[in-house]
T-cell receptor, first 112, second 111 residues
Framework: DTEVTQTPKHLVMGMTNKKSLKCEQH?????MYWYKQKAKKPPELMFV???????INESVPSRFSPECPNSSLLNLHLHALQPEDSALYLC???????????FGPGTRLTVL | GQSLEQPSEVTAVEGAIVQINCTYQ??????LSWYQQHDGGAPTFLSY????GLEETGRFSSFLSRSDSYGYLLLQELQMKDSASYFC????????????FGQGTTLQVKP
């Protein structure tokens, strides 16, 4: 299994809602990542988890809260988002920080 | 910090060869990667260079010159399905997991 899965595929939420994005991989990778991507722009790193511990937070606003319940799962909890947070949210994993990232298909988020 | 420069757009015809250049500035360097992303899709890994020289994988090759802080992706025998965005990405210092992407090059392959 060389796949990273993400749910949901699409999400529309209001600015007062609380929602969560989920990511799962069964490749035994110990590094997992959240990226945000706006249209026609490169993926922008948000968080890095290494061995289930948060190792990098790229100054992401606290309305985004990551969680790594176990080595296969990564969540991103969303609360009080702004319309400018609308983007494609990509999860990725890798066996090592240097090796290739395997990206999931992403969750396309729209904040109204 | 890190910064990368690559052309924003490249157009070529089917069967041709195209080279996408990437120059980078980084404090610490662990290698240069290339990713492909089709419209509406996720980035997929193409290649990784940690040492100077050429790496070949089928129709795609990638080159790195660390002394020049420069690399390129070479695509041969272009096919319509190669139309996509191509990102160079640099692994920053300390092996921290920071993979920083360039702005991307949109390749359009015409018949």
């Amino acid at each position: 299994d060389t796949e990273v899965t993400q749910t949901p595929k699409h999400l529309v939420m209001g600015m007062t809602n609380k929602k969560s994005l989920k990511c799962e991989q069964h490749m035994g990778h110990r590094a997992m990542y959240w990226y945000k991507q706006k249209a026609k722009k490169p993926p922008e790193l948000m968080f890095v988890y290494s061995y289930e511990k948060l190792s990098i937070n790229e100054s992401v606003p606290s309305r985004f809260s990551p969680e790594c319940p176990n080595s296969s799962l990564l969540n991103l909890h969303l609360h009080a988002l702004q319309p400018e947070d609308s983007a494609l949210y990509l999860c990725a994993s890798s066996r090592d920080h240097i090796l290739e990232r395997f990206f999931g298909p992403g969750t396309r988020l729209t904040v109204l | 910090g890190q910064s990368l420069e690559q052309p924003s757009e490249v157009t070529a015809v089917e069967g041709a060869i195209v080279q996408i250049n990437c120059t980078y500035q980084t404090s610490g360097f662990y290698g240069l990667s290339w990713y492909q992303q089709h419209d509406g899709g996720a980035p997929t890994f193409l290649s990784y260079n940690a040492l100077d020289g050429l790496e070949e994988t089928g129709r795609f090759s990638s080159f790195l010159s660390r002394s020049d802080s420069y690399g390129y992706l070479l695509l041969q025998e272009l096919q319509m399905k190669d139309s996509a965005s191509y990102f160079c990405a640099v692994h920053g210092s300390g092996n921290t997991g920071k993979l920083i992407f360039g702005q991307g090059t949109t390749l359009q392959v015409k018949p």
